[in-house]
């Protein structure tokens, strides 16, 4: 039988845009099942700052027309290949709305409600049926990501298809909410291949658009698809989801296990596997003179690669910081950017502890890699994770994940085995698990590299995932 065609849509794709873990996902996962023979193919937005040069983009010279409200809108097809495999990328090039800025027009990536930004993506997926009908592409499937292009399945209606959809729900927290009086006077036709369950209060709720006309659903772990069926996790949409439960399932992440390799890593200084562990020492050495952190060999080193919100634990995570660096010899290097609320916090605990506390808020992605690589800890105590892909990442380098078992962490943290763990959300179990990190780093250093390397050896690659987003692809497309 023919192996069904997939078109991935996302609006954040690793190396061309990235926000978040979506764009890693989006950027590591196509390849992976192209390599397992599928014809897989990518469109995404092109923003403003996506360099045709640096990414190599060929203008198709082909234009698709489409209508906005009273007026029509013209989009150029840009094409490139995803680099470092064969996959093919298609960008829309739409200059008013589009290509006018970057991927998110709200300061933190939320997903909006603003009337821009609802233009700016929904712009993007009305040119997605005309690209089709352009390029005489037909996919069996259509394999969408988040809330972003929650509303393709209705313009693909619309356009006369009958593609079928997965959705992928990497973040249940991110819906894209938008007035429908705005979607009134710009895609009014398509409204009413919207389901009516996604309008609410006079407000077009994109993901559960998705939720509601996607015949297959994942999420990236098989806890977290478990938790959003909870009115803890749910997010206010766990009744619908409950209603698809049978056709909902959790497929954990993979990573990108050549871009995140300590043997072979351009931005460290030091390269290292299990059997030289003696060069992550190095890095460590490394990293406390690049932020400016004492060099201590003995001090234990938190490491954090995060984005400043909410989601990420800040709450629990200060006051535990406070105690601890009060009263043991370590230190803390945290790399993030978002909330300002929460960046004042962390500068007030570094201005309490000026030798200890190491603060970058801004993108440094060389950085990320030397914190991975030179930290003896990594810090992660998620209110909620979906997936996760930081503790994956640290775990290739031996530094060992501090994780609040939810979601993604619980599917791959395994408490005094490859990381340390906890179980209730508060500061006070937090704690407990930092002095228990302190305890056997600073007394029992071979039971730390068993640690070490059994985090290292875990296999956290796409193999087995791809294999089963292969799976899903095969039912849906044989369903009638
Ligand atoms: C989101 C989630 C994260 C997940 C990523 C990729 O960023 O918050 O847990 O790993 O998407 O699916």
Known sequence: MKKPLILFASAEVTPFAKVGGL??????????????????????????????????????????????????????????TLPNSTVTVYFIEEKRFITSGGIYIENDASSGGSDPEFARIN???????????IFSLEPDIIHLNDWHVGLLPAFMQNAGYQTKHLLTVHNLAYQGIYPAKFA???????????NPLAINNGNINTLLNAILSAEKINTVSPSYRDEILTTEFGAGLEGFLGKRAKDLSGILNGINTEEWDPKNDAHIAFHFDVSSLENKARNKERLQKEVALPVEKNAMLFGMVSRLSEQKGFDILIPSLRSILKKASCQVVILATGS???????????????????????????????????????????????????????????????????????????NNKNGFCFNKYSSDKLSVCLKDSLKIFKDNQKKWGQMQRQAMTEDFSWNASAKKYVQLYEKLADEA
């Not at 764009?23 to 390599?35: E, H, M, R």
């Not at 906005?68 to 094409?79: D, H, I, M, N």
């Not at 712009?123 to 009908?133: G, T, Y």
């Not at 009134?184 to 919207?194: C, R, S």
């Open 23 to 80: 764009a890693d996902v989006a950027g590591s996962l196509p390849p992976a099942i192209k390599q397992l023979g599928y014809d897989i193919r990518i469109v995404m937005p092109k923003y403003q700052t996506i360099s045709e040069k640096d990414w190599g983009l060929v203008d198709s010279g082909k234009n698709i027309e489409m209508p906005w409200g009273q007026e029509k809108l013209t989009a150029r097809v840009w094409t490139a």
């Open 340 to 414: 300002l609320y929460i960046a004042d916090q962390i500068k007030e605990l570094k201005k309490e502890f000026p030798l200890k506390v190491a603060f970058i808020d801004k993108f440094n992605n060389a950085l990320a890699h030397q914190i991975y690589a030179g930290a003896d800890t990594f810090l992660m105590p998620s209110r909620f994770e979906p997936c996760g892909l930081s503790q994956m990442i640290s775990m290739r380098y031996g530094t060992l994940p501090i994780a609040h078992l939810t979601g993604g962490l619980k599917d791959t943290v395994k």
């Open 184 to 194: 009134k006077k710009t895609i009014n036709a398509v409204l009413e291949k919207i």
């Open 123 to 133: 712009v993007f997926c009305s040119a997605i049926p005309e690209l089709l009908r």
